[in-house]
């Protein structure tokens, strides 16, 4: 209310100036601008009682102690990344409890104080997943707000907390424990997908579809083969993915800003408590270190280029997936962005490194929605047989199973090339398919031939059935 009388009182009085300037105006020229004085009137009131709603106090920047005033409201815009980081709340106050209860375990804080800091932070976590919790652009990012909040609700306790810990280790404890969930995340999606593969698979088994070398048609091939094929890609996928997650999981708290502290601390019962296999070596490194979101979105960057290639086989698809084409590029591009962010930093923490959140929770979030459409896609897809058995027979697509059939029976390749050529030129001069042709017509040309010269998947199936844990019959 004081804030308000004091805007009100300067509004009064820079009206007060006005009007009585009208007196010294012409007699003419004088109503028309006491009209514009009382429509300004309202208008300056409005201005002047929204300004003062918003003139709640800012609060002081970590960095900004040695400035005698603040930012203005453009830098704050221009800095602040609780628009985006807000998301890392959940991995912040596991990381916090941690730090608090190893604190308290090497007497640098109370018992007491351990169990208020985890209460409050409990409290907070249920603030926001319920949706009460105000986040403010003028505590900067994620931490301060949470740590702000905490001691607005607990006190000095609260002020403990950030003992032997900065934001700069901090921010890449809580970013790691977030990718090693995005990551699980991922990796059953990705399972999701192979399983959703497999199960077509086994529903159109025996069906034969034309096969492409250089965008023609080459050799007729089981469909099970086909999209077996993506099933090996999205494993190799996976497998990226873990390595990732066991290069990431090491824990950078303790490094403190970037030279550690020579305060008693117990760095092994933090990287214990959040689940990290050791604490990092060096605290350089600890605080600079990206590698391991360059490599994640590395790994995201081939599974999306991997989806792009399913988009593209299905060459009539719906919106979806040429949307999943579409999107691969996006998540190429997060990894771009992350690798000319990190290109030519000095060591070791600088700000140029806030901007490495977007592109990462960016990438995320479009694998997943891309690996989501993908499988329910695969589930939903239904192929007509009987246009692809029309498809089938032009261009002789089985030439190349008969050579492969001859050479296992003991004919020379290039042998075997030219009696296959002289089969399609009896099938030119009869206009025929090799397959129509007759046993008798195909000894003719080399008597090693005998029935079934065919293709079989069946082992490959049979191993991703197993492998997934798929119920033939489910």
Known sequence: MESLSVFNSSA??????????LDHLAPNSQPSLTLYARRLMPKLEVHC???????????????????????????????ESISFDKALYKHDIMG?????????????ISSDDRDSII??????????ENGEFEW??????????????LTDSIGEAAKKLHTARSRNDQVLTDFRLWCRDAID?????????????????????????PGYTHLQRAQPVLLQHLLLAFVEQLERDSGRLLDCKERLNFCPLGACALAGTGLPIDRFMTSDALGFTAPMRNSIDAVSDRDFVLEFLSANSITAIHLSRLGEEWKKNPDPMELVRGKSARVVGDLVTLLMLCKGLPLAYNRDLQEDKE??????KTILGMLEVSAEFSQNITFNKERIQKALPAGHLDATTLADYLVKKGVPFRTSHDIVGRAVAVCISKMC??????????????PVVRHGWSECVASQLDHWVTKLEIAKGG
């Open 12 to 21: 009064t009085t820079s009206l007060s100036l006005f009007s009585s300037s």
């Open 49 to 79: 009682a929204a300004e003062a709603q918003s003139a709640k106090p800012k609060e002081a920047k970590l960095w900004g102690g040695r400035f005698e005033e603040g930012v203005t409201d453009a830098v704050e815009r221009f800095t």
């Open 96 to 108: 916090s409890k941690a730090h608090a209860s190893m604190l308290a375990k090497q007497g640098l």
């Open 119 to 128: 209460e409050g932070l409990t409290e907070i976590q249920r603030r926001i």
């Open 136 to 149: 403010r652009t003028d505590r900067e990012d994620v931490h301060m707000n949470i740590e702000a909040a």
């Open 185 to 209: 995340a991922i990796l059953a999606r990705i399972k999701h997908l192979q399983v959703s593969l497999v199960r077509l698979a086994l529903k159109n088994e025996g069906l034969i579809v």
């Open 359 to 364: 592109p990462v929770f960016d990438s995320v």
């Open 433 to 446: 398919q090799l397959r129509e042709l007759s046993l008798d017509e195909l000894r003719s040309l080399n």
